[in-house]
Nanobody
C-alpha cells in the first residue's frame, strides 16, 4: 500500500522559512516524479514545484528563487525548502507522486500559515 506522509508545516512570520518533507512508502520511490502542490481556501490546487526521477526541477513562477525542491532516494523522501515566505504562500501543501505508467498518489497535506 502506497503512502505519502507530509510533515513540517506550521505557522511562520513573513520572511521566515520552513522545510516540508514527504516520506513515501510502498513504492519504488526512485522511479517516480515527485510534486508539491498547494491549495488555499476557495482556490484550486496549484503546482508549486516538481522534481523528476533524474533530479531535474521545475517551479511555479510565484516561488522561483524562494523555494527549492529536492529528493533523497535513499530515504524515500522529497523536500520543499521554503524561504522568504509571504502571506500568499499560506495554503495546505500536498505531496504527489506520479509514474510514467499512470500511477498517481497523494499525501494528506500539511498546513502552512504565514502570519505576523
Amino acid at each position: 500500500q502506497v503512502q505519502l506522509v507530509e510533515s513540517g508545516g506550521g505557522l511562520v512570520p513573513p520572511g521566515g522559512s520552513l522545510r516540508l518533507s514527504c516520506a513515501a512508502s510502498g513504492m519504488i520511490f526512485s522511479i517516480f516524479a515527485m510534486y508539491w502542490y498547494r491549495q488555499a481556501p476557495g482556490n484550486q490546487r496549484d503546482l508549486v514545484a516538481a522534481i523528476d526521477s533524474g533530479g531535474s526541477t521545475n517551479y511555479a513562477d510565484s516561488v522561483k528563487g524562494r523555494f527549492t525542491i529536492s529528493r533523497d532516494n535513499a530515504k524515500n523522501t522529497v523536500y520543499l525548502q521554503m524561504n522568504s515566505l509571504k502571506f500568499e504562500d499560506t495554503a495546505v501543501y500536498y505531496c504527489n507522486a506520479r509514474s510514467t505508467v499512470g500511477h498517481n498518489y497523494w499525501g494528506q497535506g500539511t498546513q502552512v500559515t504565514v502570519s505576523s
